[in-house]
């Protein structure tokens, strides 16, 4: 599947100047709107609100991004975290943000980002179908476990007896739902 990210303006908060780089290269092929790249706070600070997307290192010289995640969260600019850290760094009001770890290369930024851009124009439960099978086979390797992990979130969100709140939009709520699963129940998609 070809990214798509046309017109979408995205920030790149990255020190690595040649990883910045690369992933405004690899945007750009996407059709992309590059905001940056920003090796420093500030400089990020200023464009934030002028994004639709971002991505962002954890650590830019010894100080770490987390306010300009909030931010965004804030705007509802979705975001992934691309870093040389585990998760497991991130506080955990970030715990559904997607978080890349380098050494995988700029190509998965940018594919998460499409599936992230995809999340936010859609309001179609049928138009979120392939952002969310593209979603579960980000989580496992296995195309039939990601398909049965599809299929149970969309079970799930049938047989949810706490149904989607009022005026929540329907990708996000899905998301919760399969990221959920994808937690606590793992073990059932595997062959």
């Given at each position: 599947m070809r990214?798509n990210?046309?017109?979408?303006?995205v920030l790149v908060?990255?020190d690595n100047y040649?990883?910045?780089?690369e992933l405004?290269?690899e945007?750009?092929?996407a059709n992309?709107?590059v905001?940056?790249?920003?090796?420093n706070?500030?400089?990020?600070?200023?464009?934030?609100?002028?994004?639709d997307?971002?991505?962002?290192?954890?650590n830019l010289?010894?100080?770490n991004?987390?306010h300009?995640?909030?931010?965004?969260q804030a705007?509802?600019?979705?975001?992934?975290?691309?870093?040389?850290?585990?998760?497991?760094v991130?506080?955990?009001r970030?715990?559904?943000v997607?978080c890349?770890?380098?050494?995988?290369p700029?190509?998965?930024v940018v594919?998460?980002?499409?599936?992230?851009?995809?999340?936010?124009?859609?309001?179609?439960?049928?138009d979120?179908?392939?952002?969310?099978?593209?979603?579960?086979?980000?989580?496992?390797?296995?195309?039939?476990?990601?398909?049965?992990?599809?299929?149970m979130?969309?079970q799930?969100?049938?047989?949810?007896?706490?149904?989607?709140?009022?005026g929540?939009?329907v990708?996000?709520?899905l998301?919760?739902?399969?990221?959920?699963?994808?937690?606590?129940?793992s073990?059932?998609?595997?062959?």
């Open positions: 990214n990210l046309s017109g979408k303006r908060v990255e040649i990883l910045a780089m405004a290269d945007l750009e092929a992309a709107v905001v940056g790249p920003c090796s706070l500030s400089d990020a600070s200023l464009q934030v609100a002028h994004s997307l971002a991505v962002l290192d954890v010289s010894g100080q991004t987390f300009l995640a909030d931010r965004l705007l509802d600019v979705p975001y992934v975290f691309f870093t040389g850290y585990d998760k497991e991130l506080p955990e970030f715990a559904g997607d890349i770890t380098k050494p995988l700029p190509s998965t594919r998460q980002l499409d599936i992230r851009s995809r999340e936010i124009d859609s309001g179609n439960i049928i979120l179908i392939p952002m969310l099978r593209a979603r579960a086979r980000s989580f496992l390797a296995d195309p039939q476990a990601a398909d049965r992990l599809l299929e979130t969309l799930s969100a049938i047989d949810d007896p706490a149904p989607m709140p009022s929540a939009a990708a996000p709520w998301i919760h739902l399969m990221d959920d699963l994808m937690q606590y129940g073990r059932h998609f595997m062959n």
